[in-house]
């Protein structure tokens, strides 16, 4: 712990918050290295996106956990498409035996990235993902598609960027259109917000669903990012495509979509 505060102190609060939280995996999780008892089965990994937090994979980490499997929902920083691979990249080298990758809207870049030489990660699954190839961010994915309202976003400055909000008064009828009121207008207020640089971040040369098999799951009633988009992605991807009738966090009102794309990764990587 001597060691962490010395960390921690040397950071005077001018490093990045990516320094801390990469050197609190190196360090916490060894004790957890022997929890997997049986190497071949998986662990799985599920990294959400932008405006969420690990809470909207809640019900699909309980279903996994009452399987038996270890789940990981960690937190993506969402502050820029490298500093959150790499906060991903590092938790997965603290984990033995093969993963299972989940990436959700903005998490699917991140995945994309933090699987590249990341030799555990047997399989992505994407939900309502966003798979970018060279030189692609969530920004140009989405130009060539209707514009949302002016007012959609809120920008909040901050010293050396700019958070953007999803403006709350949108996030139930667009982000979350089929999560009932009461608990979108929750998820609305908890959101956490993505960095306007992060929404331009270009994917580098290499990305795991180029050599990784993946699976895809298509929101087909998803308004933030649209399903015709989602299925070009895919199938680029050459993924395993299957569809579900949900908004954008579809793995909050259709959980089981999720979790069968997941076994069905396990299944074909013999990791079940």
């Excluded at 500093?83 to 998490?107: E, N, Q």
């Excluded at 991140?110 to 590249?116: D, G, K, Y």
Aim: hydrophobic residues 45%; proline residues 8%; charged residues 15%.
């Amino acid at each position: 712990m001597s060691h962490l505060l010395k960390i921690l102190q040397a950071g005077r609060y001018g490093q990045t918050v990516t320094l801390c939280v990469a050197a609190l995996f190196a360090l916490v999780p060894i004790a957890g290295r022997s929890q997997t008892a049986e190497s071949h089965k998986a662990t799985i990994v599920l990294v959400h996106g932008a405006w969420a937090d690990a809470s909207s994979f809640d019900a699909v980490a309980r279903e996994l956990q009452k399987a038996g499997y270890t789940v990981y929902a960690p937190p993506n920083e969402l502050r820029s498409l490298a500093s959150d691979a790499r906060v991903i990249s590092t938790l997965l080298k603290t984990i033995d035996g093969p993963v299972i990758l989940v990436g959700h809207s903005y998490g699917g870049a991140v995945i994309s990235v933090a699987s590249v030489g990341s030799p555990n990660v047997k399989a992505l699954v994407y939900v309502d993902a966003f798979a970018p190839d060279a030189g692609e961010s969530p920004g140009s994915l989405l130009a060539p598609y209707p514009s949302p309202p002016k007012d959609f976003f809120t920008a909040v400055p901050f010293d050396g960027g700019v958070d953007i909000y999803i403006t709350q008064k949108y996030y139930g009828p667009v982000f979350a259109s089929d999560v009932p009121a009461p608990q979108a207008a929750a998820l609305a207020a908890e959101q956490r917000p993505l960095t306007q640089a992060a929404l331009t971040d270009k994917a580098p040369d290499d990305e795991g669903w180029k050599t990784l098999p993946s699976w895809y799951v298509v929101g087909d009633d998803d308004l933030v990012i649209p399903p015709a988009l989602q299925l070009k992605m895919a199938l680029r991807a050459k993924a395993h495509v299957s569809h579900t009738p949900g908004s954008h966090p579809s793995m909050i009102e259709h959980p089981e979509a999720t979790v069968a794309a997941i076994m069905a990764a396990m299944s074909a990587t013999h990791t079940r």
